[in-house]
DNA sequence: AATGAATGAGTATTCATTCAT
DNA sequence: AATGAATGAATACTCATTCAT
């Protein structure tokens, strides 16, 4: 009698908890149910009585780590309102769950997407609610302005998720720190110029600077003749 | 008498190209030497008379692919001088490659990068020589002042491998057509102004604006106060 | 469904005495779990729900049937204690486990044995736990002077056993039957003159003659010289 | 072309040699084909050339170190004449040849034995006109009054090759020396007064007995009875 | 006499899942 | 809610042997 009888739920969730720290070390192919099982203190057949199947198991296991997180940045897209500051939002957090959860990433990033019917499946949902915050801030930023019209919204999509989880892939594997402040830095300085309107850097500035040309030219023809001032 | 003798050297070959499709396709673990065998029309035996195991077949699978790619971008890197152009091409050539190829993609970044001893194996060699090339541009773009010294190599690395990964594997799952020419230019479109100096662009008409500024304040005063002028 | 469920421990024991039997009429190394699953009336992979591999089954089977024979022996250990009735309870003990169980000694006897890592094994602890009741017999003989001093247990030890088994070997090859009790008085009556004291059967003779000797010369002389005899 | 073409029967004798060595080493069952091939320098199929089969190879090798070995045992045969000398002989050569040829030894004592048609085979005939030295010294030896009736040829053989077999058997598993010379003489000091006919020892003493008493009642008669003696 | 490709029947072991208790 | 026995389909890998060249 390994395993006692737990309150509703608890071992639902217990071995959920056990289930995707394995699934993340492992992977899902070399993860067991027996494996999954033992972790938790019971044994396999019981894990049939809370969860239908090993997918299934995975599947909420994700679900079950993914959610918060995007009601984080789902909070976030409701409070955060310049698209540039946005777009840095979406780097830093998906940096820090790398760093902070880096099994949950490994689980999402390399063995959902692997399995046959990803995009069917609900973390495939997930994954889309999770990444429409910096769809639509991008594409916010162009309408109004903000951005150049040129910038595709999905592209940015691919540089930031791409971008950040190959970072975190590697510091994965070689299990090394990962520096969320300073790459989300890093990273805005070198897109920053490319995603913002021209003018709002370069443009207002060249605006202005014609304006005070202009200025500079009138004036000074007014101090040197006086009587052609004010005509 | 399934499958009729082939001359020597072939029969390899053949089994290399059916197990990488197949690899490429259900992932290593979902793939099992019979189905190899069947699709090439041996038995399972005769793969082990020219590959020692399943793990073998993979990295060799790999390896066949990989290389010509990595003597294409070594090339490449002797014909390339300008700093700018060596990360188009980096970004022109990963992408042209999921196009082209992409089963080998799909093998390389997600089943060989799951393995237990990627760092250790021949196809992490592989990965960092057809890497260095990029690694290398920058560090040399920065050094000859054409890049921002704030540019740090390995995360223009992560950014346009990432990047293009993530873009190709979400064309591979939809099984779409991935147009490399327009997205080359547009992933180009938002790095480039936050690669080369900034001087290059904004330095120059910043510098401007405080010339006239200046030339503005000195002709008010001039203006309001005639005695002063001229001092 | 082909075997129905047991009670707890009795399918342990099942499969033990089929495996036994396999094991000892086919070899080790030609029997197979399947043959043993089949034996059995389960599927193989029932076998390692009990048994963690086809070794351990091997091990177990032999231990199963040779610790009570050991017990026996360590109690005759016990019980007798003329040096000569233990050799001779030895070669019988022998004797009887190849009448009786003539596949627990094919098992050890042939199997066991060849197994590469044999001497480090519980079975060889076994073996030597059965066989030192004979060699410390042997010892206390000579210790006690019963033995000749020249006897070496381990010789009597190689004697008793590689007979016997030589001998049952020989009998189980036939399939014939086994003469326990003839065998016994046969051995005994080859060896028991060169183990015992030389002095207990001809030395007590040797002495009987040397007295008699001596009387009758005594006598001789005071016949043939009555003037010399009574001094 | 590893393999070099060699003269007609030198190829043969290389495969039977290796093979030899590599069944003693580890075991029929433990060796295979490839094994064997790679120890000649050729490949599998090529020693079909030469032998039909994998058994053939084993019964070829046996062969091909056992009968030297029976041919001068039957030489020993034809110059020794006294059967106790005989004897020792046979436990002598059998010692020697666990000593010299270890791999044989295993080799016939427990791949060859083990096999399913041991008795029928050209091996157990071998093993026959080995032993049949042995029986023929023994039968012969009672028959001549040196040995004791009681004694069983069949046992003496048992006990013979059992023992030597046994000691050598230890030895070999343990890779130590083994010195013949001396388990030789300690064995036969063990079974030689079981042996040989009882008078040898005890008779001579008994006869020396008998003549003593006469003698004492020749001389009490001539005491008692003065004008009878010397008569 | 030898090669190298190919076969086919194994071979122990794994594992998700089911089911009676 | 949990157990433990049992299943069956797979699974990578082995090996003696055959055959065309």
Same mark, same amino acid.
């Given at each position: 009698m390994k395993g006692n009888r737990l309150a509703? %739920?608890?071992?639902?969730i217990e071995i959920l908890l056990v289930a995707r720290d394995l699934f993340a070390k492992r992977?899902? +192919?070399r993860t067991t149910m027996a494996d999954i099982a033992e972790g938790v203190g019971v044994v396999e057949s019981a894990l049939y009585r809370h969860y239908a199947s090993k997918q299934n198991l995975l599947f909420e296991a994700i679900r079950f780590s993914y959610e918060p997180i995007i009601e984080d940045v789902e909070e976030a897209a409701r409070s955060i309102v310049d698209p540039l500051a946005r777009v840095r939002y979406a780097i830093w957090r998906h940096l820090r769950a790398f760093a902070e959860e880096p099994e949950l990433c490994r689980l999402v990033v390399l063995e959902a997407r692997g399995l046959p019917d990803y995009l069917q499946s609900e973390i495939a949902d997930l994954h889309r609610r999770y990444q429409a915050f910096l769809l639509q801030a991008v594409a916010e930023g162009v309408e109004s302005g903000v951005f150049s019209p040129d910038v595709e919204p999905s592209l940015v999509r691919h540089l930031v998720? %791409?971008?950040t989880e190959h970072v975190g892939w590697a510091v994965l594997l070689r299990?090394? +720190?990962? +520096?969320v402040e300073r790459l989300t830095d890093d990273l805005m300085a070198i897109i920053e110029p490319g995603l913002v309107r021209r003018g709002d850097v370069a443009h207002r500035l060249g605006s202005e600077v014609t304006r005070l040309a202009n200025l500079v030219n009138e004036v000074a023809r007014a101090v040197n003749d006086p009587a052609a001032a004010g005509q």
């Open positions: 509703q %739920g608890k071992r639902k992977g899902f +192919d998720y %791409g971008t299990s090394a +720190d990962l +520096d």
